[in-house]
């Protein structure tokens, strides 16, 4: 298994089975990003929430390549409007794919996309954990640090947002880290505004010698 950041908090999983995942596709917006829209050919698109820097440009990457769109159910039903496949989940609910497991946990953060300068209420957030190939790998979306983290633990690589100002800062989220028991740790959400500028080496430092990993969008993990 291959994964890979790309900005903000968008992540590629690609599986030894030949299949590629794609969560919280925010590009055509996103300066940190290192896609291109014309490139990308996922069999899943896998979303945390519905604000506009994670639901990004998924109608049009689907569109495109047919995947299925994987997200809380109130975002799932707005998706399929578009005539695009699409699996909807709840906080709690796991279902097996072909690549593997996938849970919907908890996150403390609000969920709505705006369109046409219209923002409609899209259900709860969530944070994600994958059970691919013997590994248990963990993408928080947005969220705030809360105690009952430790029932994800184990887990192998997490991706935890360090932004501060929308969801954990860097002291909740090296909390988090230990909380849930995280071998890896990838810092994300952070730098793409003003608002969440923070020194992700500052986040690494603060973690057990070997746990935080620090990547530039692009850079390949090997699990």
């Given at each position: ?60 990457i689907a569109k495109k390549s047919n995947a299925l769109v994987i997200a809380m159910v109130e975002l799932a039903d707005f ?29 403390l953060h609000s969920s709505s996309l705006t369109i046409n300068n219209q923002t409609l209420a899209m259900g709860l957030a969530?944070?994600?954990v994958f059970e691919i190939e013997g590994k248990r790998i963990y993408h928080a979306g947005d969220t705030a640090f809360y ?77």
């Amino acid at each position: 298994m291959i994964l890979s950041w790309h900005g903000h908090s968008c992540v590629q999983i690609h599986c030894a089975n030949g299949e590629s995942i794609l969560i919280d596709p925010f590009i055509t917006d996103n300066p940190d990003s290192d896609l291109n829209l014309n490139e990308l050919n996922p069999d899943y698109i896998v979303l945390t929430h519905a604000h506009n820097d994670h639901f990004g440009d998924t109608l049009e990457i689907a569109k495109k390549s047919n995947a299925l769109v994987i997200a809380m159910v109130e975002l799932a039903d707005f998706i399929e409007l578009h005539d695009l496949r699409t699996h909807g989940m709840n906080i709690g609910g796991s279902y097996k794919f072909s690549f593997g497991n996938l849970k919907f946990v908890p996150a403390l953060h609000s969920s709505s996309l705006t369109i046409n300068n219209q923002t409609l209420a899209m259900g709860l957030a969530a944070g994600l954990v994958f059970e691919i190939e013997g590994k248990r790998i963990y993408h928080a979306g947005d969220t705030a640090f809360y105690s009952d983290m430790k029932e994800l633990a184990p887990i192998d690589l997490a991706f935890v947002p360090i932004g501060d100002n929308f969801t954990m800062g860097i002291d909740d989220a090296v909390k988090a880290s230990q909380t849930i028991q995280a071998k890896n740790v990838v810092p994300i959400h952070y730098n793409t505004f003003p608002v969440i500028q923070q020194n992700p080496q500052t986040f690494i430092d603060r973690l057990d010698p070997g746990q935080g990993l620090l990547v530039n969008a692009g850079d390949k993990i090997e699990y």
